[in-house]
């Protein structure tokens, strides 16, 4: 089955603790994107990725860092310097830049 | 900068009813607008991707339109059924090199029995 996964389902940190979310795609999509959802808020982008090995910043970088080593994969990592990181993640992908999204099922991070 | 506004926030209708969601937008230079479904605690599932040049797309019970002049799209959903209750998203991608979605908080939709 062709689709985007990410991995855990549920996620909890501690303060201080750096983390990492998991994307993978098996679409042969050139773009990748993470966004932020909050209750009441629409979707905000984190980081995109037009192509392997290059990725630009979103409207809330801040706090967040990205890889793009694969093609398949587009792991986020939330570090200790985002203050408010309890949130659902998403990943996206596209065939490029300007083409349909289709997203994956979510992460849902808790900060204890 | 672009702000995109769904309204109703929440819509609850019986079950059958003929609905159209509505979508608008600040900045009309769009280069195409995507509506998505939500459920519960689950990512999007891209519904319909309408073109800035088209003026409508249809997928099944699902009717989206543009009128990009005046900022605004609808979400037309025929016959509804239980099935539809979800939230749904609208997301405009801007023109030019910008490859951003910009999206609505979504409407959440009641379809009852």
């Known amino acids: 089955d062709g689709g985007i996964t990410q991995s855990p389902k549920y996620l909890f940190r501690k303060e201080g603790q750096n983390v990492t979310l998991s994307c993978e795609q098996n679409l042969n999509h050139d773009a990748m994107y993470w966004y932020r959802q909050d209750p009441g808020q629409g979707l905000r982008l984190i980081y995109y990725?037009?192509?392997?090995?290059?990725?630009q910043k979103g409207d809330i970088a801040e706090g967040y860092s990205v890889s793009r080593e694969k093609k398949e994969s587009f792991p986020l990592t939330v570090t200790s310097a985002q203050k408010n990181p309890t949130a659902f993640y998403l990943c996206?992908?596209?065939?490029?830049?300007?083409?349909?999204?289709?997203f994956g099922p979510g992460t849902r991070l808790t900060v204890l | 900068k672009q702000e995109v506004t769904q309204i109703p926030a929440a819509l609850s209708v019986p079950e059958g009813e003929n609905l159209v969601l509505n979508c608008s937008f600040t900045?009309?230079?769009?280069?195409?607008l995507q509506w998505f479904r939500q459920d519960p605690g689950k990512g999007l599932t891209s519904l319909l991707l309408i073109q800035s040049s088209q003026r409508e797309q249809t997928s099944g019970r699902l009717n989206a339109s543009l009128d990009k002049s005046s900022g605004r799209s609808t979400l037309y959903i025929a016959a509804s059924q239980p099935g539809d209750s979800a939230t749904y998203l609208c997301a405009v991608r801007k023109g030019g090199t910008a490859s951003k979605l910009t999206f609505g908080t979504g409407t959440r939709l009641q379809v009852t029995l």
């Open positions: 990725s037009q192509i392997v090995n290059d990725f």
């Open positions: 900045d009309s230079a769009i280069y195409n």
């Open positions: 996206a992908s596209s065939i490029d830049r300007k083409t349909e999204q289709f």
